[in-house]
């Protein structure tokens, strides 16, 4: 077959092309639908490789133009180089006169946009208005930003995947380049894997990176990569001079940015692993830049990505990139303040959260600081030397944090080097909290001897302090290190403790000093006494509402339970515990329920299950470095020594092992499903079921506002329980639309779907981008983040919420057919003005405008209906000239007043509207009255309709 390319031939390649099979395959089906593709990412990730291939596969059907504008001026330079692309005879005249000749159904490849943007655009714009079968496919750093432009970010290379993925791949071929011999083998390859995932996948770092096994070993590389941007270097003399070292291509893009985009860009390199948009505006504070327009043109221009991390935007820098924008910043000399202000960030972060890890909404915030873990390191590291007072109120609250995840030994390490800081050493509430967070951690790790200094010098600072909240915490702890040890000396810590508690309301803490008086009573053999308490324990844990403080609680229940003998109820409460426990994970307390269960599987009868999650138990442990307790050792170690004896010492501890290699969680899950298989969760006791939902301190049955009540007809107005929300919440339109967006569809909308609402005209990258930083006024406005939920890929208003709407009332009005005069009132008094009145016209409102609109006429309806009936009919009158003044050309409404003001008495009203209502036809419809209308004009005129008599009058 015979190529149909009339231009010059593509570029030769020269090396293979590596793996985007998929992105090739999703790239030729765009072709096929748009007429404008443009290919955008990072310098070096690929685009000019991908967009050759791409052209290469299409070469053979249509023809092709391949146009390299690298080093390409401004002006008319774009011109120029089109002219040349051509081949000999064009003349860069004009656009016009050189595009013309160009064949039916080319393809124009036009190389390397970003620094000649609005000039490619101009002739792109031409190019697809004049030849309606061409196609432009570009490739830059940001959209050309015409309409109809589809734009497609470039992915890194695949780092994951069976086989050897992509980056691997790339690594190994140009490896081969310069070292022929060399093989991937299973010493390598440790090494390959990590230069890949360090350098993200990006195609020419990973190819400058492959070039050093000239001279060094994959290792030696990968040991050098904290300096990649000098060892990134020398690539070959006929690359285009910006990309024969990494740094050249960052500086030629670098080049391209206003200076406020390259202040921000050189702040973000203090963060470590991508930050969330109120983490981008901490640092950019005071630098004189508008942090959001600053930030989406760098997410334009492919400097910053844009993830999506539990519905929340994070945006992230290529490791590469990040070191390049932080040599930048300590050239600038804004190092230590951009540090100090992401520092400030993450202790404000964190000191916001920490109140939420004693309470119920704990799972969501440690989901939402745990993105943020290298941050909090790189904060730790730095306030360490730039400010140890910072350094001390940050350990001291990430305390809870690092306790309700699995970051136990680190905290250890943070807790004790904090402690060694000379500003620790004054006995403050500041050294209190560390000592007491040390202890405690000691304390939940068995290691009870090692807890009680810390946790006695806590409590002497606290209580010569009066910190009467914190010395009952550190009491509660106390008790635990002596309950462990089976030392009565328990008592003495933990029933003060428990007595605050209850009288301050503190439910947190409150059940743990209850199940651990339950362990001190059954250790001095009052079982009875421990049941009672620990039954209270478990009930203070319903209303607490958290799973993991019920999995606790309901776990020390089961285990009294087994020690009691009464094995039936034993299993059944641990099950429950290790059910409440898997919604809400800790590896300690769910290994700590398995353990016990499994002592109950060795007395039912089971002994290799028995084994099995004794090991899987013992495991979880290990990972945590928790040892088992002499309370639990007291209670196990007869149960372990029969099972022994029943398996035999060999097959026991080949079952041990088997199941200390699963993982923990897997087992788990097994045990619900194999004691549970289908069946409902076990159901709370009948005195404790009625009590109100963790969110809403209210009884039920108390006439009270709801959580949110939106007025969105005519001024836009929100209350939060209540209490009106300040209109300087809402900086802009956008979250205002976006909240009547979602209250109008609760079933929730996807992301694709808010853009196209909110933003239609934008390309995806942007519009994804806007989404996320909407969402984020949105919940900062309402100052409730978890009232706007991710489910099943849809943003929606949460469904526990207690929501009150105008526009769902009159509606739910218009679908009651039994409402009375003054329900209908109140509906239809709702009605202040169109949708979102005052200040949003996007095209999705009108649809909806139109809706309530029809739904308030129909309310207004039988409201007027129902005046007429009560013999009301001036109050009739009122309702339809409200209707009309919406819709003066409803003759409908015109025939409710005309009948209206004919039962007023008011005949000669009646008659000059009918003369009015025919002369607004005329004009705007250039037609007359309908039939029924001129019936009722004359049943007027004859007086055959006027006012009813009122009953019981005499005449």
């Known amino acids: 077959m015979t190529s149909p390319n009339c231009f010059p031939p593509l570029p030769i390649e020269l090396s293979s092309f590596i793996g985007r099979e998929a992105e090739l395959a999703h790239l030729t089906a765009d072709l096929a639908s748009v007429r404008l593709l443009t290919l955008t990412g990072p310098g070096g990730s690929g685009k000019t490789r991908l967009a050759r291939e791409l052209a290469r596969r299409r070469a053979s059907e249509v023809p092709v133009l391949w146009v390299e504008l690298a080093d390409v001026s401004p002006g008319a330079g774009v011109l120029h180089r089109l002219a040349q692309a051509m081949g000999a005879g064009a003349e860069p005249t004009t656009t016009d006169a050189l595009i013309d000749p160009l064949p039916a159904h080319t393809l124009v490849a036009l190389d390397n946009c970003e620094h000649v943007v609005d000039a490619v655009a101009e002739v792109a714009h031409a190019i697809l208005l004049r030849h309606p079968t061409a196609r432009v496919l570009a490739t830059s750093r940001e959209p050309l930003a015409i309409p109809g432009e589809r734009t497609c970010l470039v992915p890194p290379l695949a780092l994951d995947g069976s086989g050897v993925p992509e980056a691997v ?4 071929d140009r490896a081969r380049d310069v070292q022929p011999t060399f093989q991937l083998d299973a010493t390598q390859r440790p090494a390959v894997d990590a230069i890949c995932r360090t350098l993200d996948g990006i195609p020419l770092a990973i190819e400058l990176a492959a070039a050093r096994v000239r001279l060094m070993t994959p290792a030696q590389i990968q040991a050098r990569l904290h300096s990649a941007l000098d ?12 990309h024969r070292t990494l740094r050249a291509t960052l500086d030629w893009s670098h080049a391209l940015l206003d200076a406020e985009c390259a202040r921000l860009l050189h702040r973000l390199a203090v963060f470590h692993g991508g930050a969330g948009l109120e983490g981008v505006e901490a640092i950019g504070a005071g630098a004189a830049l508008d942090t959001l327009e600053a930030l989406s043109r760098l997410v334009d221009r492919s400097w910053v990505t844009v993830r999506e991390s539990h519905g929340e935007a994070r945006y992230h820098l290529l490791e590469t990139v990040r070191m390049y924008a932080l040599e930048r910043l300590v050239v600038s000399a804004e190092l230590d303040l951009a540090q100090r202000l992401h520092a400030e960030y993450m202790v404000g972060l964190v000191e916001q959260a920490r109140p939420h890890f004693t309470g119920p909404m704990r799972s ?41 995840s699995r970051h136990w ?18 006995a403050d509430r500041r050294r209190a909290e560390l000592l007491f967070a040390l202890g405690a951690l000691d304390a939940l790790q068995g290691r009870s001897s090692e807890a009680r200094p810390w946790l006695r010098e806590a409590l002497t600072i606290a209580e010569s302090s009066e910190e009467l909240a914190l010395a009952s915490y550190v009491r509660v702890y106390l008790g635990m290190s002596f309950a462990q040890a089976l030392d009565p000396e328990a008592e003495r810590y933990l029933e003060p403790a428990r007595d605050w508690l209850a009288a301050h309301g503190d439910l947190y803490l409150l059940r743990l000093a209850q199940i651990l008086l339950g362990s001190a009573y059954a250790n001095r053999g009052d079982m009875a006494s421990a049941l009672e308490v620990t039954a209270a324990g478990v009930a203070t844990a319903r209303r607490f509402g958290a799973d993991r403080e019920l999995g606790i609680s309901l776990q020390a229940l089961g285990i009294l339970l087994f020690q009691v003998g009464d094995l039936e109820e034993a299993r059944a409460t641990l099950m429950e515990s290790l059910v409440a426990l898997e919604r809400d994970p800790s590896i300690m307390f769910l290994a700590r329920s398995l353990h016990f269960l499994a002592l109950c599987a060795a007395r039912d009868g089971d002994p290799h299950t028995a084994a099995q999650w004794l090991g899987a138990a013992g495991g979880g442990r290990a990972s945590q470095g928790i040892a088992v307790v002499s309370i639990d050792a007291g209670a196990s170690d007869p149960v372990v020594a029969d099972l022994r004896r029943t398996l035999g010492a060999t097959a026991f501890e080949a079952a041990v092992r088997e199941g200390e290699a699963r993982e923990l969680g897997e087992v788990v899950a097994e045990a619900i499903a194999g004691a549970r298989p289908g069946a409902p969760a076990p ?24 959580d949110l009540r939106v007025r969105l007809l005519g001024s836009f107005e929100v209350e939060v329980a209540g209490v009106p929300v300040d209109p300087d919440r809402w900086p802009y339109a956008r979250p205002r639309e976006l909240l009547a967006l979602l209250l109008l569809h609760r079933e929730g909308r996807t992301r694709d779907q808010i853009a196209a609402a909110l933003w239609p005209d934008s390309g995806p990258t942007q519009a994804r981008n806007s989404v996320h930083v909407t969402l984020h006024h949105l919940r900062k406005a309402l100052e409730r ?5 991710l489910v099943d890929g849809r943003y929606r208003i949460a469904d526990t919420l207690r929501v009150e709407v105008d526009t769902e009332r009159i509606e739910a009005a218009a679908g009651c057919d039994d409402l009375d005069a003054g329900a209908l009132r109140a509906a239809f008094e709702l009605y202040r003005g169109d949708l979102l009145a005052d200040g949003v016209s996007a095209r999705w409102v009108e649809g909806w405008s139109d809706r309530v ?16 009936a009560a013999g009301d009919p001036g109050a009739a009158e009122s309702v339809f000239r409200r209707l009309l003044a919406g819709d003066e050309l409803d003759e409908e409404l015109h025939r409710g007043l ?21 002369r607004l036809l005329a004009e705007e419809w250039d037609s007359g009255p309908e039939e029924s209308t001129l019936a009722l004009v004359q049943e007027i005129r004859a007086g055959r309709l006027g006012p009813r008599p009122v009953a019981g009058a005499t005449g």
């Open 169 to 172: 791949r790339l690594f190994v």
């Open 231 to 242: 060892l990134l270097s020398h690539g070959g003399r006929t690359a285009v001079p910006r």
């Open 364 to 404: 969501q915030w440690v989901e939402r600081l745990t993105p943020e873990l290298s941050n909090l390191r790189a904060a730790l590291e730095w306030t360490r030397i730039g400010d140890p007072q910072l350094h001390l109120r940050l350990t001291a609250s990430l305390w809870w944090f690092w306790f309700s």
């Open 409 to 426: 030994d680190e905290a250890r390490r943070w807790l004790e080097g904090a402690l060694e800081l000379p500003e620790a050493q004054a």
């Open 683 to 706: 159901p709370l006791d009948p005195a404790e079921e009625v009590r109100p939902e963790p969110e809403s301190p209210v009884p039920a049955g108390v006439s009270d506002p709801p």
């Open 785 to 789: 983040p978890e009232w706007v939920e």
């Open 853 to 868: 609109r029809r739904a308030r006429r129909e309310v207004g309806l039988r409201l007027a209906a129902a005046h007429e």
């Open 898 to 918: 005309l009948r209206a003001l004919a039962l007023r008495g008011d005949r000669a009203g009646a008659l000059q509207h009918a003369e009015r209502l025919e």
